[in-house]
C-alpha cells in the first residue's frame, strides 16, 4: 500500500510503454495474416499519448467515434490518417470531410450530404460501407447492398474505400467463418457487378482475433479496428488475455477519505439509495471500511477490480466507493491510495470523467513530470 504522495487523486495511470507493446503484439499477428490495422481510441477519449503509442507499436492509422476526440488527437499532432467510426450525424456532414480522410457509413442521405460538403472543399471523401450482419446496430442489410452502392456510386466526391461489418459490440453476435465469408461474397458480389476495387474489407474488431490468430479469418478480410486488445490486452468474445500482451496499461488509484469499523448491516428503516435501488446488506458483524473518493459519478462500480484480492467493494454513491478493508486495515491510514484494474466499461467511465486526472507513464517516468 503505497503511502500518500503528492499526485493528483483520483488518477487514472496510462502505461504507454504496455499500450505500444500490445499494439506491436496485434500488429504483427495481423500482418502475418495479410491485416492491415486500425487503433481504436474512443475508449481513452481520443487520447493523444494513447494515440502516438499505438502509431509507434505500429497500426497504420486512428480511428475514434467522435469528431471531438478526433479534433483532440489533430490539435495535439497527430497527424495519421484518422477515421470516423461512428456513422456520421447528417448535421456535421461538412465538418467529417473537412477534418477525417474516410468514415463508415450507412445512410444515404448521410452520404449525400457528404458530397455536398466535397464540393466546399475540393477534395474525396473516402468511405467504408457497413454492412449488418447480424449484430443489429449500424449497417445496410445485404440485401439492400447492391442499389444502395448503385446510388453511391452515383456521387460526386465519394470514393468506396471498403466494405466493413462490426460484431460482438451491440447485440453479442461473434465473428465466424461463416459471416466473415458472408462479408467477403458480398464484396466480391459489388465488385463484379460494378467494376469496382475495394481496397479494405474491414472485418475485425477485438472479438475477431481468436479467428485471426487461429488462421480462420477468410484472406480477403484485410482490414481490422481494434481497440479493446490494444488498451486491456483482451479479445471481447469471452476476454481472454491476448498471447503475449499486457493487461495492465491503466490503473486507477483513489484516496482513502475516512477509515472506520461499522457494522456492515445498515441500520434504520429501509427506503430507495441515491440511484432507486434498495441494496441488501449481510450482516458480517463488524467491518473496516473505507470511503474512497471516486464514485459512480467517474466509474462503473462493476467495471473496477481492487488489486488486492484480500480488498472487497462494498458499493458506491456518485462520490464515494466504499471498500471493505477489514483483512489489511492495521497497514492502512488516512490518506492512503488504493488502486483498482478496470475492463473496458471501467476505462470509458474513468477516462470520459473529468475528475479523473489521467497520468501517462513512459519509461517508468511520468510525462508532465518532464519539462
Ligand atoms: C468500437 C469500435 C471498434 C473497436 O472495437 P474493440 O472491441 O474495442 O476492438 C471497431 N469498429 C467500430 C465500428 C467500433 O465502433
Known sequence: ??????????????????I?????????????????????????????????AMLRGGVSSIADSRMENIRRLQAAGINAPCM?????????????VGSVAVSLNSELSVLEALARATKHYGRVHEVILMVDLGDLREGILPADLIPFVRETLKLPGIKIKGLGTNLACFGGVAPDRDNMSHLVELACELEQTFGLTLAWISGANSSGLELIAAGNMPHRINHARIGEAILLGRETLQRRPVAHTRQDAFILH???????????????????????RKPLFKDHGLMDRALLNVGREDVDIEGIMVLDPRLKIIGASSGYLVVDVTEVSNHLRVGDTLSFSLNYSGLLAAMTSEYVKKRPLRGGVHLETIP
Open 1 to 18: 500500500m503505497q503511502a500518500t504522495a503528492v499526485p493528483p487523486s483520483p488518477s487514472l495511470s496510462i502505461d504507454l510503454d504496455a
Open 20 to 52: 505500444e507493446h500490445n499494439a506491436r503484439i496485434i500488429t504483427d499477428l495481423c500482418r502475418e495474416h495479410g491485416i492491415e490495422v486500425t487503433g481504436v481510441t474512443k475508449a481513452t477519449c481520443g487520447h493523444p499519448e494513447v494515440a502516438g
Open 84 to 96: 470516423l467510426l461512428r456513422v456520421p450525424a447528417l448535421s456535421i456532414a461538412d465538418e467529417v
Open 254 to 276: 483513489a484516496e482513502i477519505l475516512e477509515l472506520k469499523t461499522k457494522p456492515s448491516k445498515v441500520m434504520g428503516k429501509r427506503c430507495e439509495d441515491a440511484f432507486g
